[in-house]
């Protein structure tokens, strides 16, 4: 079992940015894919971006080149630097350990909610 914490969310204006922060702990063997998925009201839970222990990453096309994944593997954290952010950014984003950047595992947190007004 891998425990998720994570951290940064908040409030802000279109073409803001935030950082978002999650911390692996537990059974680590279990995060070779650390990665972040966010949920709309009314909507699936989706891809946002995943990140494997030997940095291969894979993006979201509507996040592609606003969004930055990348992680401390000595830390066993993740971060999403968002950037230009959107109105329809607007979710609950949450972190997700799993042992590929294809599926997602079984290990998420508790998320953190991003609103962008505006």
């Known amino acids: 079992q891998v425990q998720l914490v994570e951290s940064g969310g908040g409030l802000v204006q279109a073409g803001g940015s935030l950082r978002l922060s999650c911390a692996a702990s537990?059974?680590?063997?279990?995060?070779?894919?650390l990665g972040w998925y966010r949920q709309a009201p009314g909507n699936q839970r989706e891809l946002v971006a995943v990140?494997?222990?030997?940095?291969?990453?894979k993006y979201a096309d509507s996040v592609k080149g606003r969004f930055t994944i990348s992680r401390d593997n000595a830390q066993n954290t993740v971060y999403l630097q968002m950037n230009s952010l959107k109105p329809e950014d607007t979710a609950v984003y949450y972190c997700?350990?799993?042992?590929?950047?294809?599926?997602?595992?079984?290990?998420w947190g508790q998320g953190t909610q991003v609103t962008v007004s505006s």
């Open positions: 990140i494997d222990y030997g940095g291969s990453t």
């Open positions: 537990g059974n680590t063997f279990s995060s070779i894919a």
């Open positions: 997700n350990a799993g042992l590929s950047i294809y599926y997602p595992g079984s290990n």
